[in-house]
Each structure stands twice: as C-alpha cells, then as structure tokens.
C-alpha cells in the first residue's frame, strides 16, 4: 500500500524585475493507494500531477510530509526495497534507441538483482501481456510509438512490482495500444497490484478507476468514486464533474486573488 501525509513541494520562480518567490507546486496532498486498486489522478496542465507522483513514485524529495510504502502496519525504509516495490512511467522517459526490449529488459532486470533464468521468464510473461511478441527483439529506434510505449511500460514491469505509478501512459497511443495498456491495467488490479495513474482523457478514466483524485493549483479539490463525485456536483459524467470543478476552483483562486 501506499500513502502520503501531507506532502508539499516549493520551487523557486521569478517575478517581475528578477525577485525569485517560491510557489507551491503541490501543496498539502495527503492521499491513499490499496492492493488491488485503481487511482486515477486527474487535473488540469499545471496541476501539480507529475510533481506529485514522482515523489510518490521515490524520485523527487518533499519539502514536507512523508510518503508511507509498505504492507500493512510494516513500513519499508531501506531505499532498494522500496524501488522494487513500485513501477514508475514518466511521461517523457527516453530509451536506448539501438538497444531491442528483449535487450533492455535484461538490463532492467540485472539492475534489479534477478537471476537470468528468472528474468528470461519474466521477458516472456510481459511479452505476452502486452502482446510484443512481434517486435520484441527488433530496435527500440524503429518501433512505432504504441510500441515504443508497450517496451517503456515492460521495463516497469520485469522485478514485479506490486505498485505501479504510470504518467499518462496512453498519451498519444492509436486504439489498439491504448486498449493493450488499459487491459493491462485491469489484469494488474485483478493480481491485486495498485495501480495509480495520471490521464487527461476523461472516458478512459471513467471506464478504469475506483477512485479519482482531481487536483487544481497544487491542492487535492475533490475525491472519491465516479457515483461520488457525480453526486457532489451534479455531473453526468466524469468530463462534467471535471469542468465544474475546476472551473469553481479557479473561480475561488480569482476572489482570493483580488
């Protein structure tokens, strides 16, 4: 499981006439992932969501609150055991263009510390899953996107980790990559995985999540089911509850403002 207290993270920027302020980027989220669970984190550009899950994701220091990873009441605190237990896509991860997946996941899989015989099986497992037979031992270089996507996605997936946290893995993908990577998705819950994923697309998180967490200027602005939020605000869809509340939020920000 996973669960953040708190977090912030300040950055500095510059205002008029060069005087740095420092900003909020993410500001006071405190959120919960189970076993066996999919959290969708929606928001508009600027949110704070990428900010926020790569400091869940281990690889970015709060300046305050803490991140709680582990099973049950055990909490882990020695840093490899922490990396094995997630899976983290970034939006913009870049791989070795003349390197094949076949390849790159036994790399992924000797940083990880597994024996060969257990990463070649592994390799065949995702293969399967994620339906790469056909390229899987061709240049990463010459791969398609959706494709290019699948092999960034396998290489979260070799040491098994029992959370995964994807930045818009589906971004930019045809139908049938995208169908690959939300039935993915699907199978992971079922393996009771917990998946925790940032989307812009408003439908593919009506039809994944469990819950949703909507976040505007940094903070946490509503969560819950689907049926909740639909409830709060009186949307017909999640695309509805998504504009009403943003759009109340920065109505709030504009009178604070003024």
Do not use: W
Not at 9 to 33: G, Q, Y
Not at 41 to 68: C, H, S, Y
Not at 156 to 178: A, V, W
Not at 192 to 213: P, V
Request: with cysteine; hydrophobic share 35%; net charge negative.
């Amino acid at each position: 499981m996973l669960i953040a207290k708190n977090l912030v993270k300040e950055f500095e920027k510059n205002e008029k006439h060069n005087r740095k302020v420092m900003f909020r980027a993410v500001d006071d989220v405190s959120i919960t992932l189970e076993q066996g669970e999919i959290v969708g984190i929606l928001g508009p550009n600027g949110a704070g969501k990428t900010t926020l899950l790569r400091m869940l994701g281990n690889l970015m220091q709060p300046t305050g609150g803490e991140v709680f990873i582990g099973d049950g009441e055990q909490r882990l605190s020695d840093e490899r055991q922490i990396k094995r237990c997630i899976g983290y896509l970034s939006g913009n991860t870049k791989l070795y263009g003349r390197l094949s997946t076949r390849e790159l996941l036994q790399i992924m899989g000797d940083i990880y510390g597994m024996e060969r015989r257990e990463t070649e099986t592994r390799i065949e497992e995702i293969a399967k899953v994620l339906h790469m037979e056909q390229f899987i031992d061709n240049r990463i270089e010459k791969l398609s996107t959706g494709q290019t996507q699948r092999a960034s996605i396998s290489r979260c997936l070799i040491h098994s980790p029992s959370i995964y946290i994807f930045d818009e893995p589906t971004l930019g993908l045809d139908i049938l990559s995208s169908n690959a990577i939300i039935d993915f998705m699907k199978r992971e819950r079922k393996n009771g995985k917990a998946i925790l994923y940032s989307t812009h697309y408003m439908e593919e998180a009506e039809q994944l999540c469990d819950r949703i967490i909507l976040l505007a200027s940094g903070k946490v602005i509503a969560q819950g089911t689907l049926e909740d939020l639909k409830e709060q605000t009186g949307g017909e869809n999640l695309r509805e509850v998504f504009r009403t509340l943003v759009d109340e939020e920065y109505e709030q920000d504009e009178k604070q403002d003024n």
